[in-house]
């Protein structure tokens, strides 16, 4: 089995998701349902650069265990105006200390939690299709009113 080889990393972008209040649901059987909706972003890196569009949400699963379930789908407008759609599902981990400050809304020490991230992309046919023909993976952290992310293709 040594022939396998290992996976590696190579940074895409990093990206700013602008996020507006929270709609909050409540509870539900597995924990706390909330909807965040995105309201706009950046986007720069060694591959990519442009936009968050101002369209999509985060549907968030707050579980008892203070695990988040995050179910982003949003939309990037790259440099060259060509628009991608992002489904990017997460996991946020944390104490339920630290967990109820971030639903609070409040500024957390990023090393307090778990953020990692699996984005996959749908793009029209061209010089971008390689984003639908690869995988990602990326780490998060939540800020007051935004979410920063860096994407990174597996190689």
């Known amino acids: 089995m040594s022939d396998l080889p290992a ?21 539900v059987g597995a924990g706390r349902r909330r909807l965040i909706p995105i309201i706009g972003g950046e ?20 579980r008892n265990d203070s695990v988040a379930e995050l179910d982003a789908r949003y939309v990037l407008r790259l440099a060259d105006g060509t628009a991608v759609f992002v ?22 020490d990023p090393a307090l939690v778990y953020f990692r991230c699996a984005p996959s992309f749908e793009v029209q046919d061209g010089p ?9 993976i990326g780490s998060g952290v939540r800020r007051p009113d935004s979410v920063e992310m860096a994407f990174y293709l597996v190689r």
């Open 7 to 27: 996976p590696e990393l190579e940074l895409v972008a990093r990206l700013t998701v602008r996020v507006a209040a929270p709609l909050e649901i409540g509870a």
């Open 43 to 62: 986007l720069h890196g060694p591959r990519l650069h442009g936009s968050v569009e101002a369209a999509g949400a985060d549907f968030q699963l707050v």
């Open 87 to 108: 489904s990017n599902r997460a996991l946020r981990r944390a104490s339920p200390e630290v967990t109820e400050r971030l639903v609070r809304g409040e500024a957390v």
């Open 128 to 136: 971008w299709r390689w984003l639908a023909e690869n995988l990602f």
